[in-house]
C-alpha cells in the first residue's frame, strides 16, 4: 500500500499545484528518499482521497516499519518533512505572490493563504475539530474558541521566557530561520514553512500565517532580527504602512510587558488578518477632542477594556496622536484608580495597538494597560483574577482584548464532564479535575433546571459570560462612573 500511498501524494500535489507534471519523477524520488525507500511501482493513484487520509497511513507504514517513531510530535515532523519535500522555494512562491499582488493586494493574500493550507502548514482537520460558538453580552457578540492545538500557558512562564538566554535555532517559534526547518521534539518542524519579505518603516520584516488560525487569514508579521516587543512610535508607523499594502486586513500587536503581553515577548511582531472583532463593532461611546488634533476624531470605546479610537484620513496624523497618548500613558500614575506607572523602577504601563480602515480612513484603538501585581492578585490586578481561572487564566493577548477568546483544550472533556454532572446531581467536590469549576457550578445551580439536551449549551453560554468577565477584569478603568471619571482624567492630561 505504501506504494500507492506515495502515488496518492503525488496526484495530491499535482492538483494543488505545488508540483507541475516535469515535476513527477523527481517528486518521487524525494518522497522515496524521506521514507527510506530503493524503489516503487508507480501505481495508479486512484480517487483522489483527503490528504489527512494519505498522510495517515504512511505514517502508520513508517511507524510500523521503524522509519518514524510513534507520537504525535515524531509523526508531525515526518509528514511535515514529505509535505516540505513537495512545497516550492522561498524564491518560487514569493514571484507568484508579488505578480498577482500587481493585480490586487486581495488576489495574492487569497492565494497565499490556500497555499498555507495546502502545503499543509496549516492543518486544516485540525483547526475544524476546535470548538467554536458565540455568546451575546453587552458588548456584542463575543467569539469563544476551545483551541485544541496548543497547551494553556502560565503567565510567569511566559515572562521567564523573554529573560531566558536566547541560544538556540531558530531562537524562537516566530523567527525568519524556521522557513525550512527541520524541527525536533521541543520545535515545531516548518519544511513547508514560506513568508514573504515586506519592508515596514524602512526595515526589513516578513509577513506570514499562523499555523493555528484562530480566525479568518490569521496572519504573523514579524521582524527579520529576532529583538523583544517594543512598543513606540514606529509601532504605528509600520502597522500605517502595512495598512498601505494590505489595505483590507487589520493589524495589532501584543503589548510590550509580561502579563498584559501575549506569549511570546522575546520576538517582536504583529498579528492581522480579515476578519471583524466585537472590538471594532462597539461604537465610540464618549467622544473626546485631543488639544491641536481637533481634526482627528477620538473617543472612548463601550468596551469592557479601557479603548481610545482615534480616526483620521491622514496616517502621519495619527502616528503623532498615538505616540503622544502613548508617551502619556507610560508615565500616568492615578492612586485612586490603582494605576501606577512605576514601582521599585518597575515600568507597568503601555498599550495594545490595533490599526485597520475604515472606509477611506485610518483608524487607531489603543487599549491601555498595566501589569502590576499584588499580594491578592499576584498573576496580575488588571488580569484574569483568581475566581476566573478555572475558565482562563493566561495572559490576555492581542486576539482575547479584541473579544475572542482562546481558551484551553482541558475545556472539552472538562465542560462534557461537568454537563453530565450537574445533569446527574452528581457531587464534584472530590473530583481532581471538575472541584476547580464548583464556585462556578453551584451558581449555575440557582439559575438553571439542567437536562441532558441544555446542559452543554448552558455551560458554553455561560463560558462566555465569564469570558465578558475576564476581560473587565483586564481594563484598567472599571465600567463605574468612577472608572469612567478616572478614564477622563488621563485623557484630560494629554497635552
Same mark, same amino acid.
Given at each position: 500500500?505504501?506504494?500507492?500511498n506515495?502515488?496518492?501524494?503525488?496526484?495530491?500535489?499535482?492538483?494543488?499545484g505545488?508540483?507541475?507534471?516535469?515535476?513527477?519523477?523527481?517528486?518521487?524520488?524525494?518522497?522515496?528518499?524521506?521514507?527510506?525507500?530503493?524503489r516503487?511501482?508507480?501505481?495508479?493513484?486512484?480517487?483522489?482521497?483527503?490528504?489527512?487520509?494519505?498522510?495517515?497511513?504512511?505514517?502508520?507504514?513508517?511507524?510500523?516499519?521503524?522509519?518514524?517513531?510513534?507520537?504525535?510530535?515524531?509523526?508531525d515532523?515526518?509528514?511535515?518533512?514529505l509535505?516540505?519535500?513537495?512545497?516550492?522555494?522561498?524564491?518560487?512562491?514569493r514571484?507568484?505572490?508579488?505578480?498577482?499582488?500587481?493585480?490586487?493586494?486581495?488576489?495574492?493574500?487569497?492565494?497565499?493563504?490556500?497555499?498555507?493550507?495546502?502545503?499543509?502548514?496549516?492543518?486544516?482537520?485540525?483547526?475544524?475539530?476546535?470548538?467554536?460558538?458565540?455568546?451575546?453580552?453587552?458588548?456584542?457578540?463575543?467569539?469563544?474558541?476551545?483551541?485544541?492545538?496548543?497547551?494553556?500557558?502560565?503567565?510567569?512562564?511566559?515572562?521567564?521566557?523573554?529573560?531566558?538566554?536566547?541560544?538556540?535555532?531558530?531562537?524562537?517559534?516566530?523567527?525568519?530561520? %524556521?522557513?525550512?526547518?527541520?524541527?525536533?521534539?521541543?520545535?515545531?518542524?516548518?519544511?513547508?514553512?514560506?513568508?514573504?519579505?515586506?519592508?515596514?518603516?524602512?526595515?526589513?520584516?516578513?509577513?506570514?500565517?499562523?499555523?493555528?488560525?484562530?480566525?479568518?487569514?490569521?496572519?504573523? *508579521?514579524? %521582524?527579520?532580527?529576532?529583538?523583544?516587543?517594543?512598543?513606540?512610535?514606529?509601532?504605528?508607523?509600520?502597522?500605517?504602512?502595512?495598512?498601505?499594502?494590505?489595505?483590507?486586513?487589520?493589524?495589532g500587536?501584543?503589548?510590550?510587558?509580561?502579563?498584559?503581553?501575549?506569549?511570546?515577548?522575546?520576538?517582536?511582531?504583529?498579528?492581522?488578518?480579515?476578519?471583524?472583532?466585537?472590538?471594532?463593532?462597539?461604537?465610540? @461611546?464618549?467622544?473626546?477632542?485631543?488639544?491641536?488634533?481637533?481634526?482627528?476624531?477620538?473617543?472612548?470605546?463601550?468596551?469592557?477594556?479601557?479603548?481610545?479610537?482615534?480616526?483620521?484620513?491622514?496616517p502621519?496624523?495619527?502616528?503623532?496622536?498615538?505616540?503622544?497618548?502613548?508617551?502619556?500613558?507610560?508615565?500616568?500614575?492615578?492612586?485612586?484608580?490603582?494605576?501606577?506607572?512605576?514601582?521599585? =523602577?518597575?515600568?507597568?504601563n503601555?498599550?495594545?495597538?490595533?490599526?485597520?480602515?475604515? =472606509?477611506?480612513?485610518?483608524?487607531?484603538?489603543?487599549?491601555?494597560? %498595566? %501589569?502590576?501585581?499584588?499580594?491578592?492578585?499576584?498573576?496580575g490586578?488588571?488580569?484574569?483574577?483568581?475566581?476566573?481561572?478555572?475558565?482562563?487564566?493566561?495572559?490576555?493577548?492581542?486576539?482575547?482584548?479584541?473579544?475572542?477568546?482562546?481558551?484551553?483544550?482541558?475545556?472539552?472533556?472538562?465542560?462534557?464532564?461537568?454537563?453530565?454532572?450537574?445533569?446527574? =446531581?452528581?457531587?464534584?467536590?472530590?473530583?481532581? *479535575?471538575?472541584?476547580?469549576?464548583?464556585?462556578w457550578?453551584?451558581?449555575?445551580? @440557582?439559575?438553571?433546571?439542567?437536562?441532558t439536551?441544555?446542559?452543554?449549551?448552558?455551560?458554553?453560554?455561560? *463560558?462566555?459570560?465569564?469570558?465578558a468577565?475576564?476581560?473587565?477584569?483586564?481594563? *484598567?478603568?472599571?465600567?463605574?462612573?468612577?472608572?469612567?471619571?478616572?478614564?477622563?482624567?488621563?485623557?484630560?492630561?494629554?497635552?
Open positions: 500500500m505504501i506504494d500507492k506515495i502515488a496518492e501524494l503525488l496526484q495530491y500535489a499535482l492538483a494543488r505545488l508540483i507541475g507534471p516535469d515535476d513527477r519523477t523527481w517528486a518521487a524520488n524525494q518522497l522515496l528518499s524521506a521514507l527510506g525507500l530503493d516503487w511501482d508507480a501505481p495508479d493513484a486512484g480517487p483522489a482521497r483527503p490528504l489527512e487520509d494519505i498522510l495517515k497511513d504512511i505514517l502508520d507504514w513508517a511507524v510500523e516499519n521503524g522509519k518514524c517513531e510513534p507520537g504525535i510530535a515524531s509523526r515532523i515526518f509528514d511535515t518533512e509535505m516540505g519535500r513537495l512545497t516550492p522555494r522561498p524564491s518560487a512562491l514571484r507568484v505572490f508579488w505578480a498577482k499582488y500587481m493585480q490586487s493586494p486581495e488576489e495574492a493574500t487569497d492565494w497565499y493563504y490556500k497555499f498555507s493550507q495546502d502545503t499543509d502548514y496549516i492543518r486544516r482537520y485540525r483547526i475544524a475539530k476546535d470548538m467554536k460558538w458565540v455568546t451575546a453580552t453587552e458588548y456584542g457578540d463575543l467569539d469563544i474558541t476551545v483551541n485544541l492545538s496548543k497547551p494553556e500557558k502560565d503567565p510567569r512562564a511566559i515572562a521567564a521566557a523573554r529573560n531566558a538566554p536566547q541560544n538556540a535555532y531558530p531562537a524562537c517559534q516566530l523567527c525568519a530561520e %524556521n522557513e525550512g526547518y527541520h524541527g525536533r521534539l521541543d520545535h515545531p518542524a516548518r519544511q513547508n514553512h514560506r513568508m514573504i519579505p515586506i519592508t515596514l518603516d524602512q526595515q526589513d520584516w516578513f509577513f506570514q500565517y499562523s499555523p493555528y488560525v484562530y480566525y479568518n487569514e490569521h496572519c504573523i *508579521v514579524l %521582524n527579520a532580527r529576532h529583538i523583544p516587543m517594543k512598543i513606540d512610535r514606529s509601532t504605528f508607523r509600520k502597522q500605517m504602512d502595512f495598512l498601505q499594502l494590505f489595505p483590507h486586513y487589520f493589524l500587536s501584543n503589548a510590550d510587558l509580561p502579563i498584559v503581553g501575549g506569549s511570546i515577548l522575546s520576538h517582536d511582531h504583529f498579528q492581522g488578518g480579515r476578519y471583524t472583532f466585537a472590538m471594532e463593532r462597539a461604537d465610540m @461611546e464618549t467622544s473626546v477632542t485631543f488639544p491641536g488634533y481637533e481634526d482627528v476624531e477620538a473617543g472612548i470605546v463601550k468596551w469592557p477594556m479601557s479603548v481610545v479610537r482615534i480616526r483620521c484620513a491622514d502621519d496624523r495619527l502616528i503623532d496622536l498615538a505616540d503622544k497618548i502613548l508617551l502619556a500613558w507610560r508615565g500616568y500614575s492615578d492612586p485612586a484608580a490603582e494605576i501606577f506607572a512605576e514601582t521599585n =523602577g518597575e515600568k507597568h503601555t498599550i495594545t495597538p490595533i490599526a485597520r480602515m475604515r =472606509g477611506d480612513k485610518y483608524e487607531l484603538d489603543l487599549v491601555l494597560r %498595566n %501589569n502590576r501585581t499584588s499580594e491578592e492578585y499576584p498573576l490586578i488588571f488580569h484574569p483574577h483568581q475566581e476566573l481561572h478555572h475558565i482562563k487564566k493566561e495572559n490576555i493577548g492581542l486576539i482575547e482584548v479584541m473579544g475572542l477568546a482562546v481558551l484551553p483544550a482541558r475545556l472539552k472533556t472538562e465542560l462534557a464532564a461537568l454537563a453530565d454532572a450537574l445533569v446527574n =446531581g452528581d457531587d464534584i467536590s472530590a473530583d481532581e *479535575v471538575l472541584s476547580k469549576h464548583g464556585p457550578a453551584d451558581e449555575l445551580k @440557582e439559575k438553571y433546571t439542567f437536562t439536551g441544555n446542559a452543554l449549551s448552558i455551560l458554553q453560554d455561560e *463560558v462566555g459570560k465569564v469570558f468577565k475576564v476581560l473587565e477584569h483586564a481594563g *484598567v478603568y472599571k465600567r463605574t462612573p468612577e472608572g469612567k471619571a478616572a478614564f477622563l482624567r488621563f485623557v484630560e492630561s494629554v497635552k
